[in-house]
């Protein structure tokens, strides 16, 4: 039996391998948003001098695990007159973008130095000759998530908020393409490991062969748009709590709400990869 199943998985090793990787890249994913709310829910409150999170576990660790707990269990209503179909697939359409952009992101050298069942194995789901093209193609298509939820709600507030939203991501998605420009034709490749392996050609200056110095204006362009992008503070103008209650998830409870929050941090920790990628040397390359 044991022979067996070794020898099947022997047999279809490509599948296997990727099927790993991404369980692997889930996990990770998921707990670094879960305590990325943490840390920012700690640093406010210290900013504000309260305690923040700090019943559940040592110093609120383990606030997170009771969080999605909560989000688990709590009842999770349908708003009279919502267009159903469209409703449920708005939070599933962002989570599902979110999760697929970060799998063209690559975090370690091409290949490693050691094979599994003779495959090589690459630190990343989906190595791309396109990759960046395929990112910003992904991401463009984030915004019809975050427009059906406010459409379909059947309400006011979300239906301002979405439009907001998808208003400002597409305003500033033309700002964060263009920013990166001027790297792709320093690399002369749309593959993020050949814009990573481009920064590195001179070892000797350090930090200062980063596309970050040549490119200074492209890279505070995009880091500006790319906070937009992810409508965080000061460009959360479309999830407006004084003025609109949420924004477009207004009408969102439970785990359809979750949904939401887990793809606006996975977005956030994309576009901190590909910043690291495009402007930083990239994470291993890092002296």
Known sequence: MISSLLAFLAAHAVVVIAVIKIALLLFIVLTVNAYLTWFERKVVAHMQSRWGPHRVGPHGLLQPLADGAKFLLKEDPTPAGVD?????????????????????????????????WGQKVYLGIADLNIGILALFAITALSVYGVALAGWSSNSKYPLLGGLRSSAQMVSYELALTMSVVGVLLLAGSFNLRDIIGAQAQHPERGIFGWNVWPQILGFFC???????????????????????????HTEYASFKFAMFFIAEYTSMITVSCLCTIMFCGGAWRTP
């Open 222 to 248: 995009f880091f500006v748009a790319a906070v937009a992008e992810t409508n965080r503070v000061p460009f959360d103008l479309p999830e407006a709590e004084s003025e609109l209650v949420a924004g477009f």
């Open 84 to 116: 159903k179909f469209t409703y449920f697939l708005a939070p599933l359409m962002a989570l599902a973008l979110a999760l697929t952009s970060i799998a063209i992101i690559p975090f370690g050298p091409d290949p490693l130095p050691w094979t599994i």
